[in-house]
């Protein structure tokens, strides 16, 4: 049992559902995105999603691309996030981390030195979104090998046909795209992502969380009430864009999560 599965399973038996906070590792630099990291857990972040910067980030909108850059600016790399999650895991051994990213500064590294890396430093599972189902080969297989979930995402446009295929390799969760488009576009509805997290949880037996258009502690709880988990990162990502302190940015994910955990 991964820590995903087991923070899945201990929210399950208190009937809580998961809150998920995404923050670019390195953003606005490495000793501040470590203290916002280590600060996550007490304001009721469950799962840490950590991105992974990149110079081409196909799916994110305008904020994490600049946080992206933000980082890349600053120096971080591939290994720079690996000694950052290595970092955080000297004072927290039981907070799942993801590793959220693309695929060609992992295929740039060597995937089996990686995955070696990867679980060393303490990552859980990885969501690499430019990886689809046909390519499972190449780091899905030797990922969930090594010991290491990997996360698939599911979209409004994965029908009956494709669903089978995306969830077939998937394990810790489905992350559902709640919107067509970019992260930050637009709001997610509740009553729209209902019957395609239960078709999804369906499919995968899978815990479904759903992620873009989620910005607010209404919308937080009110999408928490029909998934399994809600997951937030460019309302956050923008808090540190605009320079707020290490505690207003945590003041601010505290409120979401308790909007989460409420529902």
């Not at 929210?11 to 203290?35: H, I, N, Q, T, W």
């Not at 209404?218 to 928490?224: C, L, Q």
């Not at 809600?230 to 909007?259: C, H, M």
Request: proline residues 6%.
């Amino acid at each position: 049992m991964t820590r995903i599965d087991a923070r899945f399973a201990e929210l399950s038996r208190k009937g809580k559902k998961a809150f998920v906070s995404y923050v670019m590792a390195g953003d606005p630099d490495f000793d501040r995105s470590l203290e916002i990291v280590r600060g996550l857990p007490g304001a009721g972040v469950d799962i840490i999603e950590l991105g992974l910067p990149f110079t081409d980030p196909m799916a994110d909108g305008p904020t994490i691309q600049l946080a992206g850059q933000r980082a890349l600016e600053g120096g971080m790399t591939l290994q720079r996030t690996l000694e950052l999650a290595k970092a955080f895991r000297e004072s927290d051994n039981e907070t799942p981390i993801v590793l959220m990213g693309y695929y060609n500064p992992i295929y740039s590294h060597g995937v089996d030195r990686f995955l070696a890396a990867a679980k060393d430093a303490g990552i859980d599972g990885l969501i690499v979104v430019d990886l689809p189902p046909e390519e499972d080969s190449e780091l899905c297989i030797p990922a969930q090998a090594a010991g290491l979930n990997f996360i698939r995402l599911a979209t409004p446009t994965t029908d009956e046909k494709r669903l089978p295929r995306v969830v077939q390799n998937t394990s810790g969760f489905v992350y559902y795209v709640s919107i067509t488009g970019i992260t930050g576009a637009a709001e997610a509805q509740a009553e729209d992502v209902s019957p395609e997290v239960s078709r999804i949880r369906d499919a995968s037996g899978l815990p479904v969380v759903v992620g873009f258009g989620v910005n607010t502690p209404d919308k937080s709880r009110s999408i928490a009430s029909v998934a399994d988990g809600v997951v937030v990162g460019s309302a956050i990502v923008s808090r540190i864009a605009a320079g707020d302190s290490t505690e207003k940015v945590l003041d601010f994910v505290r409120t979401l999560s308790d909007g989460a955990h409420s529902a």
